[in-house]
């Protein structure tokens, strides 16, 4: 009964060369303005009655002007942010290898159990005797973290993996100042193949950063740190395995120089997807070291954030973690809030790094991804990890260059652009035909120790069919390279929501937010 | 296991292809007598049903803020979020991509992230806003140190009006840089003299309103004799909504604004994660910490948007970088970037107006209970009381009676001498009902 009207149902002439349409939109692909472009003034998404007459108690400090801010009804928003998504790549769309980072799948069961009322609807100021459950799961995040790394104490509340380091460098500079070393032991060794993080750490709390070169094989050598290290060595702070991919195979040696020396052995556990049950930071000699919730224990990385970076500390540092802690005693779980509470419970809090407790809502995800896997997941992932760019490094070392070597890496493989000299294709030229070919790019001109980083980091999440195509695109793109097709990639994208954007530009003139056009005024006759 | 795609038969093909008989064999660079010979103690994977049960039954162990009259604050806020939010934030291409490095697949992120910072600024009423810090009060600590880098000096003063948390973020902060702080007393009644601390060696005055007790603060005097002596203002607050309703700092001559922006777009979830606001003037904006989203072209002409002024930050500047900060709160901001676009300035002003309303009825109702007196001659949605013994041990009875009645102030400044004053806040959640259950309870237990 259908088509009675001769509605066609074939697709007739296919025309390659594309219309530009009325819009501008492309189909599926909108083109979205700001809200303050399609918003109004008086509108609001939200229905609220106004109050009953009351005497206002603001001490005459109300608001005079206008703050300037339209609204959407709700069906605007709804679609406004709806669009803005479509412009965006998650791991949830493809494969998405940004080294150091673990783009690993999020489980929503995760998103689901964070909601709970009695997760998410609490408040951190809540009598102690009305938020047990919450503490049990801070105490309990707290026991897997101690057990996975083989340390003594876990400092939870840093917001993230910056935060953590910081927190884990403060700790360091407590337990200096309880030796009354502050005035000598202020040089923080650093090697040069560190996320800036960790210099930027360190100089933030006036430590001195001294660089360590990496060796030709892309690791530290430990007779150089025994060589820099002294009785100013405040700290080590080294990645491991490190952001070239490698496990620093000689990483006791380091421990051991640094402990000699008298200074502090700080890791960088960005990287802690590769090993976890399978080698245990406490035994490498670490003393303190953050986890990046967001990356190895797969709470959501939302677009930059938030994250959590808990930091696990040795017998030597836990007296000095900051407050507040859990403690578990027979009447239930109690917190440690300020630093006189916590010199009563033996410690010596540095201070504390964050109003309440911390990342709650990341323990939450955390911690129920934690029980998911279980001791044998856990393990199971990291090995698969490893197993994954392993698997990318064998499938790419005869067409892309390995700087240190076709040897085994862990987590994620590094190539540099060696491979692309002459060609007139940069990393970045490679990394945005990758977005072309609907892949995120890797991390790139990261790490600095080698030219025109590439560092690739496809978690445990892909499946073999989905390496198998992305290792037979980037060998397309090679051959395509070799081939001298440089369009291909010195124009890229070409296919994504918007064309190379201007960097340049946005730096020299920032336009930081939206500005209304100038309004039209009428000459006067 | 659920979660991991590869089989048996997948590993092993992949580690011939590899060219190795064993995973170990990839893990030869660990130590051999550090490599793991078994499971670390712990229990086994469990399936989702299994997960489920064991995390809400730690999550039925908790008293929610829905559940009950709520009227705690402190730095945190029950408000109600429209279910668009959550909705929203949890699509995939929002919740599971990262910093937006690579800009023309991340044009959502970066649209959104000029929006809220669009949006902050205009709230606050300075130049510009950057892409969020973790939470309010590690923007503090933040601003203070971008203050010493501005003036070139290292003291900051603190008025006792500071949420206690704040100060004591700051104090560790500046301790470990070596830099100087002098807190004044706590200031219950907004009474302290600031002004006779601010010389020619001060860096910042670090002024909260509405303050910790709830009092809102008139920073114009502070803000000149700041000027006047080479010192920067930054204002602070912890309860974003009441921008809503109040002159913003920046209209009152404050140099760097930073506060808290939990209240709009997100939940509770017991401290954490929130959202910190960080505004400033346009003069000092490259010693601003964290990410920055500018307006600029494509290739085209399109217009699109990019992260930006990128030379202040770590991974460029290393050890010279302004901050160290990296990841920040995107979904969080995004969160009040929707929130936000849904009240329009229209809907904030009505929210504010009810929270306000709704705090000044519970001030009269409790003002009427024998001996418990207001403190406060001004607030926005929270405020001080006197109450007849100690505060805490009355939090605990109310709440066995099924009211969450405040935060007592001890809780935060145990040594203030304080024992006797509740912290009570009210949003637009509260009912007639509940501020009816709050004396009634509070009757009972005096």
């Not at chain 1, 991804?369 to 005869?398: C, F, K, P, T, W």
């Not at chain 2, 909705?87 to 023309?104: A, D, G, N, V």
């Not at chain 2, 709830?214 to 700041?226: E, M, T, V």
């Not at chain 2, 010279?320 to 676009?341: D, R, V, Y």
Request: hydrophobic share 45%; proline share 6%; glycine share 10%.
């Amino acid at each position: 009964m259908l088509n009675r009207q001769g509605r066609p149902t074939t697709p007739g002439t296919s025309v390659t060369a594309a219309h530009l349409t009325f819009t501008g939109n492309k189909a599926l692909a909108q083109i979205e303005p700001l809200i303050f472009e399609i918003g109004r003034l008086d509108v609001t998404g939200v229905d609220y009655a106004a109050p009953k007459p009351f005497i206002s108690r603001l001490g005459g400090l109300e608001r005079k002007n206008e703050i300037g801010l339209p609204g959407l009804s709700e069906p605007e928003a709804m679609r406004h942010y709806v669009r803005l998504s479509q412009k965006n790549y998650g791991i949830d769309t493809g494969l998405f290898p940004l080294g150091s980072c673990t783009m690993k799948h999020n489980p929503r069961v995760n998103e689901k159990i964070a909601r709970m009322p009695g997760f998410g609807d609490v408040h951190p100021l809540q009598p102690v005797s009305t938020v047990q459950g919450a503490l049990e799961v801070m105490h309990t995040l707290s026991h897997w973290l101690m057990e996975l790394t083989g340390m003594d104490a876990v400092a939870l509340s840093p917001k993230a993996g910056a935060h953590g380091e910081l927190c884990g460098m403060m700790a360091i500079k407590a337990a200096i100042a309880a030796k009354g070393e502050s005035a000598t032991r202020n040089v923080v060794l650093v090697p040069d193949s560190a996320h800036g993080t960790n210099p930027a750490t360190a100089a933030l709390i006036h430590f001195v950063v001294k660089a360590v070169p990496v060796r030709d094989d892309g690791t530290v050598d430990p007779k150089v740190v025994a060589e820099l290290a002294g009785p100013d060595t405040a700290a080590i702070m080294l990645t491991n395995p490190n952001t070239c991919g490698l496990f620093e195979r000689d990483v006791v040696a380091i421990a051991d120089a640094i402990h000699a020396a008298g200074g502090y052995f700080y890791a960088d556990g960005a990287n802690f997807n590769a090993i976890v049950g399978k080698t245990r930071p406490g035994d490498l000699g670490v003393d303190a070291m953050h986890i990046n919730l967001h990356k190895t224990f797969s709470t959501p990385h939302g677009g930059g954030g938030p994250g959590a970076g808990p930091v696990v500390l040795s017998e030597r540092l836990a007296p000095f973690a900051p407050v507040p802690f859990v403690r578990h005693t027979d009447e239930g779980f109690e917190l440690a809030e300020d630093t006189a509470q916590a010199t009563q419970h033996g410690a010596h809090a540095f201070g504390r790094m964050t109003a309440f407790h911390g990342q709650m809502g990341m323990y939450v995800r955390a911690l129920a991804y934690m029980l998911s896997h279980g001791a044998d997941g856990l393990r199971q992932a990291s090995e698969d990890a490893v197993l994954n760019a392993n698997y990318i490094r064998a499938g790419l070392a005869d067409l892309m260059s390995l700087p240190f070597g076709n040897r085994p890496c862990m987590h994620e493989v590094l190539f540099d652009d060696a491979w692309l000299k002459d060609t007139g294709v940069t990393t970045l030229d490679f990394a945005k035909a990758m977005i072309d070919e609907g892949y995120h790019p890797m991390t790139v001109y990261f790490p600095l120790v080698v030219h025109g980083a590439m560092l690739i980091e496809p978690t445990e999440s892909e499946s073999r069919a989905s390496l198998d195509l992305f290792i037979a695109t980037l060998r397309d793109l090679a051959f395509s390279v070799q081939r001298g097709e440089t369009e291909r990639f010195t124009g890229a994208p070409y296919h994504a929501p918007v064309k190379r954007m201007d960097e340049t530009r946005a730096a020299r003139s920032p336009v930081l937010k939206y500005a209304p056009p100038a309004p039209i005024v009428e000459a006067a006759e | 296991m659920r979660y991991l795609p590869l089989t048996q038969e997948d590993r092993s093909g992949m580690l011939a292809k590899i060219g190795v008989d064993h995973i170990d064999a990839l893990f030869a660079d660990i130590p051999a007598d550090k490599l793991l010979s078994s499971l670390p103690k712990l229990p086994l994977h469990k399936g989702e049903i299994e997960v489920e049960r064991v995390m809400g039954r730690m999550a039925a162990r908790n008293v929610s803020a829905s559940s009950v009259p709520f009227f705690v604050g402190a730095g945190a806020y029950k408000h109600h979020v429209p279910a668009t939010v959550d909705h929203l934030i949890q699509r995939s291409e929002f919740l599971t991509s990262y910093t937006p490095y690579q800009p023309e697949i991340a044009q959502g992120t970066l649209q959104y992230l000029f929006e809220f910072q669009t949006q902050v600024a205009a709230l606050t009423g300075m130049d510009v806003a950057n892409a969020s810090m973790y939470d309010g009060s590690t923007g503090c600590g933040e601003a203070v140190l971008m203050a010493h880098r501005v003036t070139k000096r290292t003291k900051a003063v603190l008025s006792g009006g500071l949420h206690p948390h704040y100060a004591g973020v700051v104090q560790t902060l500046s301790e470990m840089a070596q830099a100087e702080v002098v807190a004044l007393a706590p200031d219950l009644l907004a009474s302290e003299d600031l002004l006779s601390h601010i010389d020619e060696t001060v860096s910042c005055v670090v002024v909260q309103t509405p303050d910790f007790f709830g009092n809102i603060r008139n920073l114009r005097a502070i803000a000149d004799k700041c000027h006047a002596h080479g010192a920067l203002l930054i204002a602070v607050f912890t309860e974003v909504m009441s921008l809503g309703l109040l002159t913003p700092p920046g209209e009152m001559g404050a140099d760097i604004v930073v506060g808290e922006g939990q209240s709009i777009g997100n939940a509770l979830n017991f401290g954490g994660p929130y959202v910190g606001l960080f505004a400033t003037k346009s003069a000092y904006v490259r010693q601003m910490p964290g990410r920055l989203c500018g307006e600029t072209m494509d290739a085209e002409g399109t217009r699109g948007y990019v992260l930006t002024l990128s030379t202040r930050e770590q991974h460029i500047r290393r050890d010279k970088a302004t901050s160290n900060i990296c990841t920040n709160s995107g979904l969080c901001s995004l969160a009040f970037t929707i929130h936000m676009s849904l009240l329009g300035q229209t809907g904030l002003k009505r929210v504010a107006e009810i929270n306000h309303a709704n705090a000044v009825a519970m001030a009269n109702l409790l003002a009427g209970v024998s001996g418990v007196s207001v403190l406060n001659t001004s607030f926005f949605n929270e405020f001080t009381v006197r109450v007849p013994g100690n505060a805490a041990h009355l939090v605990e009875q109310m709440a066995a009676r099924g009211v969450m009645a405040g935060v007592p102030v001890s809780r935060l400044l145990p040594d203030a001498g304080l024992d006797d004053v509740l912290l009570v806040a009210s949003t637009e959640v509260n009912t007639d009902e509940d501020r009816a259950a709050f004396v009634e309870a509070l009757k009972e237990v005096l």
